[in-house]
C-alpha cells in the first residue's frame, strides 16, 4: 500500500518577508557599494481606479521598506495612447528610473492597447515582466537575464 504523505500549509507572508529581507540587504550593499545611488521604481497608472490605488500604496510602501525609491506617476483618464507610449518611452530614458510597473487595468476614456503599452516598457525595467520578451523568455525556460511575472515567481518561491 501506498504511503500518503500529510498536506503542508504554506505561507506565503513568511516567504514574502524574506524575499523583502534579502532584497533589502541586497539594495544596502548596492547602496554601500555606490555611495548616493538609489534604486528607483516608477508606477504608471492611467486613472484613479480605488482599486489600483491600493495597489499601489502596497508596492509603494514595500519598495520604500527595502530601500528602493517609489515613484507613483499618475496620468489622467484623458491620456491618449500615442501620449501613454510616449510617458513610458521617457521612463525607459529616465537614469534614476531602473525598474517600471504599468498598473493594469488603464483606467481610460481612450482606447488604448494595453499590450502595446507593456511592450513599449523596456525589458531591463519591466519589473512585472509583462512585456511579450519577458513572456518569451520565460515560455523557454530562460529564467535568467530578465524579470519573472509576480505571480509564478511567488509560486516558485512557495514550492521551494
Do not use: W
Request: glycine fraction near 8%; include cysteine; charged fraction near 25%.
Amino acid at each position: 500500500m501506498a504511503e500518503t504523505g500529510q498536506a503542508k500549509v504554506l505561507l506565503g507572508k513568511e516567504v514574502a518577508q524574506d524575499v523583502r529581507n534579502k532584497l533589502k540587504e541586497q539594495v544596502t550593499v548596492l547602496k554601500n557599494e555606490f555611495p548616493g545611488f538609489a534604486p528607483g521604481l516608477a508606477i504608471v497608472q492611467v486613472g484613479g481606479r480605488e482599486d489600483s490605488n491600493v495597489y499601489i500604496r502596497m508596492k509603494v510602501k514595500a519598495a520604500e521598506e527595502i530601500g528602493i525609491k517609489a515613484q507613483h506617476i499618475k496620468y489622467p483618464r484623458t491620456i491618449t495612447q500615442a501620449q501613454l507610449i510616449q510617458e513610458v518611452k521617457k521612463i525607459n530614458n529616465d537614469p534614476n528610473i531602473h525598474g517600471m510597473i504599468v498598473q493594469m487595468p488603464l483606467d481610460s476614456d481612450n482606447k488604448i492597447d494595453s499590450d502595446l503599452v507593456l511592450d513599449t516598457v523596456s525589458p531591463d525595467k519591466d519589473v512585472d515582466g509583462l512585456t511579450t520578451a519577458s513572456a518569451g523568455r520565460l515560455s523557454h525556460g530562460m529564467l535568467d537575464g530578465g524579470f519573472l511575472p509576480c505571480t509564478p515567481n511567488g509560486c516558485m518561491e512557495l514550492i521551494r
